[in-house]
C-alpha cells in the first residue's frame, strides 16, 4: 500500500495539473470577452478585463487574509509595494497582448521570465547564478528572436507588450522571495486587490476603456475570476504544501501547452508557425535553468523556494 506522504504527492501532482488546466482558460476568455457582443455592445477593453479579474479575484482571498494579515507586519514597505507594481505589469501586459496577439504568443513569452530572475537576483538578493543557467537560457533568446521575425511587422508592438509581462512575471518572481515570512493568502490578496486598483484608475484613460459590461461578459468574468484565476492560487498553494518546488514549477508549465489548444477549440484560433518554432525552444530553456538553478541550491527543497505563479 502506498505510504500516506506518496499519496499525498500523488494528489499534489493531480492538483498542480489541474491548476494549469485551470490557469490556461485564460487565452480563450480573455478572447471571448473582447469579442463585440451581438446586440452592438462593444468588447471589453484588455485593461478593464485584467482590473475586474484582479478585483473581483482578491475579494476571495481578503476574508482569508484579514485573519493572517498580522503575518506582513515586519516586513519592509518596498517588498509589498514591489510586490504589487510586478504583479500589474504582469498581467495588464498580458491580458492586454492577448487581446491584439494570438494567446500562444502572449503565454510563451511571459515564459521569458527567467531572464529577468537571472539579471536581478544578485542585485535584490545577492544570489549568484552559475554561468552555465546563463548559457542555457541564450536559447529563450533564440526562441523569441524567432517569434519576433517570423511574425508580421503589425505584430511587433503586441509582441513587445508581452515580453513586458515575462519582465513582471520574472520581477514578481524575486520580489516574492522578499515576502517569503508572509502569509500566501494576505500576498494574493494584497497583489490581486492592488492591481486591481491601479488598473482601474488606468480603464478611463485607455481607448474603449469602459466599465460598462453586459450580462454575458460580467458572467464570463465572475467565472474567469473564480475558477481561471483565484481558486488555482488556492489549488497552487495547496499542492506546494505536497509536491516539490521544483517539481511544481515543472508541472505549471503545462499551461503553455494547454492554453493555445483551449483558444483553437473554443475561438479557432491558431497558434502562428513562428511561435510553433520559436516556443518550445523558450520552454526548453526554461525546464533547463529550472533543472540548473536545483542543483545550484543543492536540492534544498523549501516553500520559499517554489515559483510565482503566472497571470
Not at 469579442?35 to 468588447?43: F, L, M, T
Not at 513569452?109 to 552559475?130: D, I, M, T, W
Not at 494576505?186 to 486587490?193: D, E, Q, Y
Amino acid at each position: 500500500m502506498n505510504s500516506p506522504a506518496a499519496r499525498g504527492s500523488s494528489l499534489g501532482v493531480i492538483a498542480l495539473v489541474v491548476c494549469a488546466a485551470m490557469w490556461s482558460l485564460n487565452g480563450p476568455l480573455i478572447k471571448l470577452l473582447q469579442q463585440p457582443e451581438s446586440g452592438g455592445a462593444p468588447g471589453v477593453s484588455g485593461i478593464a478585463i485584467a482590473c475586474y479579474r484582479s478585483l473581483l479575484g482578491g475579494f476571495i482571498f481578503l476574508p482569508i487574509a484579514l485573519r493572517r494579515i498580522r503575518t506582513i507586519r515586519n516586513v519592509r514597505p518596498a517588498w509589498p509595494i514591489g510586490s504589487v507594481i510586478t504583479f500589474t505589469l504582469m498581467t495588464a501586459c498580458f491580458v492586454i497582448a492577448t487581446t491584439q496577439t494570438a494567446a500562444a504568443n502572449a503565454i510563451i513569452l511571459q515564459y521569458l521570465s527567467p531572464l529577468v530572475v537571472f539579471a536581478l537576483s544578485p542585485l535584490l538578493l545577492g544570489e549568484k547564478p552559475r554561468w552555465s543557467e546563463g548559457i542555457v537560457l541564450l536559447l529563450a533568446f533564440v526562441g523569441a528572436g524567432i517569434i519576433f521575425l517570423g511574425n508580421p511587422a503589425t505584430e511587433i508592438r503586441p509582441l513587445t507588450i508581452a515580453a513586458f509581462s515575462g519582465l513582471g512575471y520574472g520581477a514578481l518572481t524575486v520580489v516574492l522571495r522578499g515576502l517569503k515570512t508572509v502569509d500566501p493568502a494576505v500576498v494574493v490578496a494584497l497583489n490581486f486587490l492592488g492591481s486591481g486598483i491601479l488598473m482601474a484608475l488606468a480603464v478611463p484613460l485607455t481607448p474603449g476603456g469602459t466599465f460598462e459590461l453586459t450580462v454575458r461578459q460580467f458572467t464570463i468574468l465572475a467565472f474567469m475570476s473564480v475558477v481561471q484565476f483565484a481558486a488555482p492560487y488556492m489549488l497552487f498553494s495547496w499542492a506546494l504544501q505536497r509536491v516539490e518546488a521544483h517539481r511544481a514549477s515543472l508541472i505549471v508549465l503545462l499551461e503553455t501547452v494547454l492554453n493555445p489548444i483551449w483558444t483553437y477549440l473554443m475561438v479557432h484560433e491558431r497558434p502562428p508557425a513562428a511561435t510553433l518554432i520559436g516556443g518550445p525552444l523558450i520552454l526548453v530553456s526554461v525546464v533547463g535553468w529550472m533543472l540548473l538553478s536545483w542543483r545550484r541550491q543543492g536540492n534544498r527543497i523549501e516553500p520559499e523556494d517554489a515559483p510565482a505563479a503566472p497571470g
